[in-house]
């Protein structure tokens, strides 16, 4: 996660994934899913991944896990809640996955990522519904720095209204982001994929993406 006004329990917040029907859920597996295709037809080769308030990273990490091309990944999850990160930390452990890095950090500090960045694959789930629009439209711009050209963007956002799903689409569009996947509307939650076509961008040491905000529903 990151520095945030909310008072939400965010390790509580992940008690839903227990319920295999939860939106939550069920939006984890779609993100799974991106992963896992991205990884599938990723080129030969070492893969970079990041993944910006991870929580407890089920979406890497068990993807990971089984995956045959794990050893090939280098990763960093950071996360602002040490509950969250020592259950990531924990599991990255007993999967063997010696070349992920969980961070205790505010992940909306660019410098986070300094030395990963520009990245193959960029995580940006449970972050656009907790923060303004405005922080949603400076995030997409910051993932123009920290993705590669050729990577891929997974992000997440809910679609109560106002649904600001079709926006995000055209900002990655403004930025040399191409649609790969968007989920349907029907599903009730927003996962989209977006390949980056663009020279990545100089990355701005110091700068910070967003803020987190107290708003529902949450993603």
Excluded at 43 to 62: E, Y
Excluded at 149 to 159: C, I, K, L, N, Y
């Amino acid at each position: 996660m990151a520095e945030r006004t909310t008072r939400r329990d965010w390790h509580d917040w992940h008690r839903d994934y227990a319920d295999p029907d939860s939106a939550l859920s069920r939006r984890l597996d779609t993100v799974q899913a991106r992963i896992r295709e991205f990884l599938d037809t990723a080129a030969p080769g070492p893969v970079r991944a990041i993944s910006v308030c991870a929580g407890q990273g089920r979406d890497l990490l068990d993807v990971l896990a089984g995956h045959p091309r794990r050893a090939e990944v280098t990763a960093r999850l950071v996360e602002l809640d040490p509950r969250n990160a020592r259950v990531a930390a924990e599991a990255a452990r007993a999967a063997g996955l010696h070349r992920v890095e969980v961070v205790v950090g505010d992940a909306a500090a660019v410098d986070r990522y300094a030395d990963l960045a520009p990245a193959d694959l960029v995580l940006v789930c449970g972050v656009f519904g907790n923060v303004t629009d405005d922080d949603v439209r400076r995030t997409v711009g910051y993932c123009t720095q920290l993705c590669a050209t050729g990577g891929t963007v997974v992000w997440t956002r809910h679609r109560g209204e106002p649904d600001l799903v079709p926006r995000i689409c055209e900002w990655f569009a403004a930025e040399d982001f191409e649609l790969g996947w968007l989920s349907a509307p029907e599903a009730g939650f927003g996962v989209g994929a977006h390949r980056f076509t663009g020279r990545p961008r100089p990355l701005d040491r110091g700068g910070r993406m967003f803020t987190f905000v107290d708003t529902r529903p949450p993603g």
